[in-house]
């Protein structure tokens, strides 16, 4: 069972650069997220969904964007890279249901936007 | 304020040594309550999971929940170097909100 699976483990971008960072679960989990882990900062939402077509924003959304057309795959776009994108980046997922299931995560995906 | 607060440490114990973990809170509405644990470079990996108050307990880790001060703990026995990471607490409202707020996390190096 692989989980959560990110692609690709690291990328450095230039400034204004597009690209798209992928997520893909087995566990058939309605509910997957994209968080991004900064220094000091803890781990912040960027958009989440409950489904197929259902897609929502979090605390952080500038700049990205979320698509959801399978159970199985969240991809994050970055539409326009800015050097304050430079972070870790994490999708998780979880069972929706009666209370909230923990996330389970991927070992994220290192962005450096020079 | 922040909603869930967590003392970035470093913490260093000996080996052998009991380890007690903090998060406090301020939002009453949490009600699920989860630890995770981070090895470098590596993805959160949830150690344990609470709903509500009280305790729970899983081989050398325990987990407290006292809603009524807003404060979490968790408790490694026996620690061992192999425990050395950071860790990080988490925090839900009621089902279908789809929230979760994480702590900054404590990083914990147990020393042989």
């Known amino acids: 069972n692989a989980g959560v699976t990110q692609t690709p483990k690291f990328q450095v971008l230039k400034t204004g650069q597009s690209m798209t960072l992928q997520c893909a679960q087995d566990?058939?989990?309605?509910?997957m997220s994209w968080y991004r882990q900064d220094p000091g900062m803890g781990l912040r939402l960027i958009h989440y969904?409950?489904?197929?077509?259902?897609?929502d924003q979090g605390e952080v959304p500038n700049g990205y964007n979320v698509s959801r057309s399978t159970t199985e795959d969240f991809p994050l776009r970055l539409l326009s890279a800015a050097p304050s994108q430079t972070s870790v980046y994490f999708c998780?997922?979880?069972?929706?249901?009666?209370?909230?299931?923990?996330?389970?995560f991927g070992n994220g995906t290192r962005l450096t936007v020079t | 304020q922040k909603e869930v607060e967590q003392d970035p440490g470093p913490l260093s114990v000996p080996e052998g040594a009991i380890v007690s973990l903090n998060c406090t809170y301020s939002?009453?509405?949490?009600?699920?309550f989860m630890w995770y644990r981070q090895y470098s470079r590596k993805g959160p990996e949830l150690l344990m999971y609470?709903?509500?108050?009280g305790n729970k307990e899983d081989g050398r880790f325990t987990a407290q929940v006292d809603k009524s001060s807003k404060y979490i703990s968790l408790f490694i026995r026996d620690s061992q170097p192999s425990d050395s990471a950071t860790y990080l607490c988490?925090?839900?409202?009621?089902?279908?909100?789809?929230?979760?707020?994480f702590g900054t996390g404590t990083r914990l190096k147990v020393l042989a």
């Open positions: 609470t709903y509500s108050s």
């Open positions: 566990m058939n989990h309605e509910y």
């Open positions: 988490a925090m839900s409202e009621t089902s279908g909100t789809y929230k979760y707020i």
């Open positions: 939002n009453s509405a949490f009600q699920y």
């Open positions: 998780a997922s979880s069972y929706l249901g009666q209370g909230n299931s923990p996330l389970h």
């Open positions: 969904s409950v489904g197929a077509g259902i897609t």
